[in-house]
């Protein structure tokens, strides 16, 4: 089955719930599945078929029927993947199904019943008894996330304002793949920390429906937990091993209808069914294993499932089913799903030592607080005792710690009475001057200030210490097994029982097969009357095998034709809007805003998202735009050549802005002998009035009287 060592293929199992009681008073006839659980065989009745028609048989990893308990469930098909994760594979384990068939029960079921836990608390469970009863060389640090898609759009469920806050992002990197950024991921140091963190994302996700089952029936929650175990190596070194869970609870699988609805309504439609869709995609092209492309990224969910799927990663998919007659058609097509999902081959393998392994930085924290905390113990016991201070640095703290701090909490109070002795001595001394005491005292204060500050920053290194340390967890050490021996005992063979029903349904299965192979061989035929009833048996089988085929093509060409009428119906309504907002676009807005607009849209890959370029000047105009004038220095603002000269020659009249024309005239009069009127003329006054009319009139009046005398 395998093609290569390392890959193993999706393990896939069925599970159908109990009839409701509205199911329930129409009877059994209104049944429509049965199931095999010693070959792990689901088979499926058509109720409109004539009796005739064969019933479609499937076979998966295991089925669960009406009465299964949910420890079966765990114990048979996800405690083997539990504890891969524990040893550092990746693991992933989703809920496949129509709304209503028990998904959420499988994944989370009734808390508070321990027999009605689903497969997240009883992983929660088992993840930290692993931890408790394993070695004590072994560090642990476990963190939990929670997330749901909603609208092609992820939203941290453990954030605060989730209600509000933008969706993340999906990033990729070359060391761990494709990731959420920003994303919340809290430590969690027990069974009670994990389970907070579960209900607080619980709670996240109801606030913000108005309808918790509608919402969930259309969004994907995934919580993600992450194992990293720290383990000395042969080499003496700590190597680090990263598990990782993602537990998903997928979106109804039913078709959302898409009749009657239009605009933003028929947009989410489509993108409800968008994860789906391409999920199916997904595990369709890597169940045929031919076509190379794998359209992972055409989702985010997709995106996210891409180890999971075909990758670095154990995965067991649960799809879930109702009996009733009224959903065969989706009960019909979970089932062909599910099918295809058994073909596809994971590669899992141990994450050793990643690059990001949190651990790895805790410890390096760890170990420089306890480096500062060891330097400053030996600082204040140096203090103490000036002379022997050795072998401080090399202490170790483990067990002694509390002996040193009650240590240094003493030396504080010794410190303090001393000082107050001191205070009194100097407030008692009568020969010194009040001025001189009031010096003394204020230095005595501010010591003990001092010694009061020093302490705690001590506290609060200590502090940080302690609360760093506490969210390792040691092997066997931090968390407390309270299981009794007989309990563990009973645990064991429970495990043991669950292991050997799986091994026995294998084999079961193997068996059918070979039988088919193998009966012709096994076939000698005594009389030809024999040999004839014989092929006729087996005609009849052929026959019936054949039927069955036919009936299957049949409905896949069905599903498939129904598949096409709902997407050209999509089309349809999307080109309506189109061409709905051409007509805005062609009418309303001018050609050359529009061209504009065009020219400067991209479309961006990765966020899947048009996007405008930043808008930059045309190439001529750049050096224009680009260079700014240059002040001259010590000036508040850019000055002009010419004002600058203005300022530095003061009151020239060049300069001035007004009275350009200001002209200082001599106000003496030609003292000429030839001009003897000029004395006598009583126009010849100096005017100051220096309109150009009135100089010409001037003028006049000097020549006149020389020509005259002439
Ligand atoms: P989904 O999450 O697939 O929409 P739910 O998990 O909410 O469906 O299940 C619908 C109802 O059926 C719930 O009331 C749940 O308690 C019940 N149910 C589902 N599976 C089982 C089961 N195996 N045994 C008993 N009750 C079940
Ligand atoms: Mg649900």
């Known amino acids: 089955m395998s093609k290569n060592k390392s890959s193993e293929?999706?393990?896939?199992?069925?599970?159908?719930?109990?009839?409701?009681?509205?199911?329930?008073?129409?009877?059994?006839?209104?049944?429509?599945?049965?199931?095999?659980?010693?070959?792990?065989?689901?088979?499926?009745?058509?109720?409109?078929?004539?009796?005739?028609?064969?019933?479609?048989?499937?076979?998966?990893?295991?089925?669960y029927d009406a009465?299964?308990?949910?420890?079966?469930?765990?114990?048979?098909?996800?405690?083997?993947?539990?504890?891969?994760?524990?040893?550092?594979?990746?693991?992933?384990?989703?809920?496949?199904?129509?709304?209503?068939?028990?998904k959420t029960y499988t994944m989370q079921g009734a808390w508070l019943d321990p027999e009605k836990r689903g497969v997240i608390p009883n992983a929660f469970d088992h993840i930290f008894t692993h931890i408790s009863r394993s070695q004590s060389d072994k560090q642990y640090l476990v963190r939990a996330s929670y997330l749901e898609i909603y609208l092609e759009e992820i939203r941290d469920l453990l954030d605060p304002n989730h209600g509000i806050a933008r969706g993340l992002e999906l990033r990729e990197s070359p060391d761990t793949g494709v990731y959420v950024q920003d994303l919340t991921s809290c430590v969690c140091k027990s069974i009670k920390e994990i389970e907070e963190v579960m209900n607080v994302g619980n709670q996240a996700r109801a606030v913000g429906a108005t309808d918790m089952n509608e919402h969930s029936s259309r969004s994907h929650a995934l919580f993600l937990i992450t194992v990293e175990c720290s383990q000395p190596g042969p080499d003496g070194r700590k190597h680090i091993r990263v598990g990782r869970l993602n537990l998903v609870d997928l979106a109804g699988s039913e078709r959302q209808t898409k009749t009657g609805v239009q605009g933003e309504r028929l947009k989410e439609a489509a993108k409800i069914n968008l994860s789906l869709s391409a999920l199916g995609n997904v595990i369709s092209a890597l169940a045929d294993g031919r076509s190379g492309h794998v359209p992972y990224r055409d989702s985010k969910l997709t995106r996210l499932l891409q180890d999971s799927l075909g990758g670095n990663a154990k995965t067991v998919m649960v799809a879930t089913l109702g009996p009733a007659s009224l959903h065969y058609d989706e009960t019909l097509t979970t089932l062909r799903y599910a099918n295809r999902a058994k073909n596809i081959q994971n590669q899992p393998r141990v994450n050793e030592d990643p690059k990001d392994a949190l651990l790895r930085e805790f410890q390096m924290e760890i170990a420089r607080l306890r480096a500062q905390l060891n330097h400053r113990k030996w600082r204040s016991k140096q203090k103490k005792e000036p002379v022997d201070g050795e072998g401080w640095e090399r202490d170790e703290m483990d067990g002694e710690e509390d002996e040193v701090e009650k240590e240094a909490e003493e030396y504080v109070k010794l410190e303090e009475q001393r000082l107050e002795r001191e205070k009194e001595a100097i407030r008692d001394d009568q020969y010194l001057l009040a001025e001189e005491k009031q010096r003394l005292l204020g230095e005595k204060e501010k010591m003990m200030g001092d010694l009061r500050m020093e302490q705690q920053a001590a506290e609060q290194l200590t502090a940080k210490y302690k609360a760093m340390e506490s969210k390792l967890l040691v092997g066997g050490k931090n968390i407390i097994d309270h299981t009794n021996e007989q309990q563990k005992i009973l645990e064991m063979k429970r495990q043991e029982i669950a292991e050997q029903t799986r091994s026995e349904r294998e084999m079961q299965q193997r068996m059918m097969v070979q039988d088919e192979e193998t009966l012709e061989l096994r076939d000698t035929f005594t009389s030809l009357q024999q040999e004839v009833e014989a092929k006729t048996k087996k005609l009849k089988k052929l026959y019936n095998k054949l039927q069955t085929i036919k009936g299957e093509i049949k409905d896949v060409n069905d599903e498939h034709v129904r598949n096409r009428q709902e997407l050209e119906q999509t089309q349809?309504?999307?080109?309506?809007?189109?061409?709905?907002?051409?007509?805005?676009?062609?009418?309303?807005?001018?050609?050359?805003?529009?061209?504009?607009?065009?020219?400067?849209?991209?479309?961006?890959?990765?966020?899947?998202?048009?996007?405008?370029?930043?808008?930059?000047?045309?190439?001529?105009?750049?050096?224009?735009?680009?260079?700014?004038?240059?002040?001259?220095?010590?000036?508040?603002?850019?000055?002009?050549?010419?004002?600058?000269?203005?300022?530095?020659?003061?009151?020239?009249?060049?300069?001035?802005?007004?009275?350009?024309?200001?002209?200082?005239?001599?106000?003496?009069p030609p003292n000429t002998s030839l001009d003897r009127s000029a004395g006598a003329d009583p126009n010849q006054s100096p005017s100051l009035d220096n309109s150009p009319t009135k100089e010409k009139g001037v003028r006049k009046s000097r020549s006149c009287p020389s020509s005259v005398s002439n």
């Open 9 to 63: 293929s999706v393990k896939v199992v069925v599970r159908c719930r109990p009839p409701s009681r509205k199911e329930e008073s129409n009877g059994p006839a209104g049944t429509i599945v049965q199931m095999d659980l010693r070959l792990g065989q689901v088979i499926l009745k058509n109720p409109r078929a004539p009796p005739s028609e064969p019933q479609k048989t499937f076979t998966f990893d295991a089925v």
């Open 67 to 102: 009465n299964s308990k949910q420890r079966d469930l765990y114990d048979e098909s996800v405690r083997p993947l539990i504890d891969s994760v524990l040893a550092g594979f990746n693991g992933t384990i989703f809920a496949y199904g129509q709304t209503g068939t028990g």
């Open 572 to 668: 349809n309504e999307l080109t309506r809007e189109l061409k709905f907002k051409y007509l805005i676009i062609e009418n309303f807005i001018p050609p050359e805003e529009k061209n504009k607009i065009m020219n400067r849209l991209t479309f961006d890959q990765e966020e899947d998202q048009w996007k405008y370029q930043p808008l930059v000047p045309a190439e001529s105009k750049s050096s224009q735009m680009k260079k700014r004038p240059t002040s001259a220095v010590g000036y508040k603002r850019p000055i002009s050549q010419y004002a600058r000269v203005a300022i530095a020659m003061g009151a020239h009249s060049r300069y001035r802005a007004e009275n350009i024309m200001f002209l200082e005239l001599d106000v003496t």
